[in-house]
């Protein structure tokens, strides 16, 4: 298989195996007008086996959703063909409009304008709870 180097993007790598597509819905790379290449599976030595996402554009990511689908991911910022920025990644304390709150009695059903906003509750069990009304996140 032969997936072409970007010359300004952004590369996702070292994501879990499995959890590529997951971060493709929640980053809102369908929306892109751009080459978008979600790798997976792909042999890792350090891993085992991974995914990788490549994004021909020089796009800002949200690192929180990153961190909250898996925080032990790599971000690579590309230009003119060379590696200039490497981020790694944290399991966020906050998450802001990335997931929303499943609870029909929550304030944020009725209120519509409202930020879904969870806290991180347990660190080593990756475990959020909404702010308004403790729900866990699903």
């Given at each position: 298989m032969?997936?072409?180097?970007?010359?300004?993007g952004?590369?996702?790598?070292?994501?879990?195996?499995?959890?590529?597509?997951?971060?493709?819905?929640?980053?809102?790379?369908?929306?892109?007008?751009?080459?978008?290449?979600?790798?997976?599976n792909?042999t890792?030595?350090?891993?085992?086996?991974?995914?990788i996402?490549?994004i021909?554009?020089?796009?800002?990511?949200?690192?929180?959703?990153?961190?909250?689908?898996?925080?032990?991911?790599t971000?690579?910022?590309i230009?003119?063909?060379?590696?200039?920025?490497?981020?790694t990644?944290?399991?966020?304390?906050?998450?802001?409009?990335?997931?929303k709150?499943?609870?029909?009695r929550?304030?944020?059903?009725?209120?519509?304008?409202?930020?879904?906003?969870?806290?991180?509750t347990?660190?080593?069990?990756?475990?959020?709870?909404?702010?308004?009304?403790?729900?866990?996140?699903?």
């Amino acid at each position: 298989m032969n997936i072409d180097s970007i010359t300004n993007g952004v590369v996702i790598d070292h994501i879990t195996a499995g959890k590529g597509m997951r971060l493709y819905e929640l980053l809102g790379l369908d929306e892109l007008d751009c080459s978008i290449a979600i790798i997976k599976n792909v042999t890792s030595n350090k891993m085992g086996k991974k995914d990788i996402i490549k994004i021909d554009a020089d796009i800002p990511v949200n690192l929180d959703v990153i961190g909250y689908v898996d925080p032990d991911v790599t971000v690579n910022i590309i230009k003119n063909g060379k590696l200039v920025d490497k981020h790694t990644i944290e399991i966020p304390e906050l998450l802001t409009n990335v997931i929303k709150c499943k609870n029909p009695r929550c304030i944020t059903s009725c209120e519509q304008e409202l930020d879904h906003v969870f806290k991180l509750t347990d660190k080593q069990n990756k475990i959020y709870r909404c702010l308004y009304c403790e729900a866990q996140a699903k």
